[in-house]
C-alpha cells in the first residue's frame, strides 16, 4: 500500500476586510486582522491575533465582534 503524503501545515490565517470610509475621512477603509502563531497554527493549536489599518471606523463594538466571529468560523471549519 503506498504511503499518503503528508498534509501541508497552516502556518497563519489573514482576513482583510474593507468597507466605504466614513463620512469624515470618505474613501475606503481596509482593516487586516491576522491570526498567527511562532510555530504555525497547526503545531501550536492556538495563536494570537494582530490588527493593522491607518484608517477603520465602526460605531459600536458589535461590529468587531462579527469581524472577529467570521474568522471564528473560517478557523473551525479548516
Known sequence: MAEQPEQPELY??????TQEG?????GFEELTIQYRSDLGLDYDGTG???IK???WSVDNIE???KLFQRIKQTIQNK
Open 22 to 26: 466614513s463620512c469624515i475621512d470618505g
Open 12 to 17: 497563519s490565517l489573514q482576513a482583510i476586510f
Open 63 to 65: 461590529e468587531l465582534d
Open 48 to 50: 494570537f491575533f494582530t
Open 53 to 55: 489599518t491607518k484608517s
